[in-house]
T-cell receptor, first 109, second 114 residues
Framework: LAKTTQPISMDSYEGQEVNITCSHNNIATNDYITWYQQFPSQGPRFIIQGYKTKVTNEVASLFIPADRKSSTLSLPRVSLSDTAVYYCLVSNRDDKIIFGKGTRLHILP | DTEVTQTPKHLVMGMTNKKSLKCEQHMGHRAMYWYKQKAKKPPELMFVYSYEKLSINESVPSRFSPECPNSSLLNLHLHALQPEDSALYLC?????????????FGAGTRLSVL
């Protein structure tokens, strides 16, 4: 599985749009890009998954360029409750996924 | 329903004790997982069960013994643990074949080994 690299931490303010970029230079053809959110003392929660171009759901958008070597998670109009760790990882139809170090997002009032 | 239920939520045990962690899902998922997470670190995969058979063991010490009694249940038996085994233990499940491996996690069991 391809290794992912993302910023260790980010700060933003309530109401702002937050973009977290993840690098996955060695992504394979059959790999998908998946993002999870984790609050303290809880399990990770699936946010969004994509293969190419743009995916949007009720929580976030995921932008993937044509070369698929990076991806950007976009959280619109964040609130204090979006303070969490966000993990980017690649996954495929195999069972194993590997979590990277994640990005600690801190939303300020 | 995307719920994975883990019990107990908290567990304190001595190094000579035997205890078990339990995990249950009713989503019809065919794969179930155990992860270990230390404070401020990402989850680390321990075991994977696929169709009730152990498919991945990430070189976990034998003091951790997984068991999958049926497709909905996953246990982790603990014996002679060390203080450094104190961590949040997470269970997850995924749909499997044809799926893109989206995993659904329980809230975890916070384990303290004294």
């Amino acid at each position: 599985l391809a290794k992912t690299t993302q910023p260790i931490s980010m700060d933003s303010y309530e109401g702002q749009e937050v973009n977290i970029t993840c690098s996955h230079n060695n992504i394979a053809t059959n790999d998908y890009i998946t993002w999870y959110q984790q609050f303290p003392s809880q399990g990770p929660r699936f946010i969004i998954q994509g293969y190419k171009t743009k995916v949007t759901n009720e929580v976030a958008s995921l932008f993937i360029p044509a070369d698929r070597k990076s991806s950007t998670l976009s959280l619109p109009r964040v609130s204090l409750s979006d303070t969490a760790v966000y993990y980017c990882l690649v996954s495929n139809r195999d069972d194993k996924i590997i979590f990277g170090k994640g990005t600690r997002l801190h939303i300020l009032p | 329903d995307t719920e994975v239920t883990q019990t107990p939520k908290h567990l304190v045990m001595g190094m000579t004790n035997k205890k078990s962690l339990k995990c249950e899902q009713h989503m019809g998922h065919r794969a179930m997982y155990w992860y270990k997470q230390k404070a401020k670190k990402p989850p680390e995969l321990m075991f994977v069960y696929s169709y009730e058979k152990l498919s991945i063991n990430e070189s976990v010490p034998s003091r951790f013994s997984p068991e999958c009694p049926n497709s909905s249940l996953l246990n982790l038996h603990l014996h002679a643990l060390q203080p450094e085994d104190s961590a949040l233990y997470l269970c997850a499940s995924s749909q499997g074949a044809g799926d893109k491996n989206i995993q659904y996690f329980g809230a975890g069991t916070r384990l303290s080994v004294l």
